[in-house]
């Protein structure tokens, strides 16, 4: 009888202003059936430091952030 925790990414979505929604989803399985979920949202703005945080242990998605974030020009007032 074999209780297991998993975190993945299950829902990423890059939005037209570029942020970016990102659900996390926890199950709890007992011999390879879920018997908990529980969900954890957020929303990253372009280059949020946030992003290493939210993302750094799922390369694939962090890339994409990453990659949809390449274009955008960081403004500053001198």
């Not at 703005?45 to 890339?63: I, R």
Request: charge should be negative.
């Amino acid at each position: 009888m074999a209780i297991i925790e998993t975190v993945y990414i299950s829902e990423f979505n890059v939005l037209p202003d570029k942020s970016i929604g990102v659900r996390k989803t926890t199950a709890i399985t007992k011999d390879g059936t879920v018997i908990a979920e529980s969900y954890w949202r957020c929303v990253l703005s372009p280059h949020d430091p946030q992003t290493q945080s939210v993302l750094g242990d799922y390369e694939y998605y962090y890339n994409l952030a990453q990659d949809a974030w390449k274009d955008i020009i960081v403004q500053t007032n001198i």
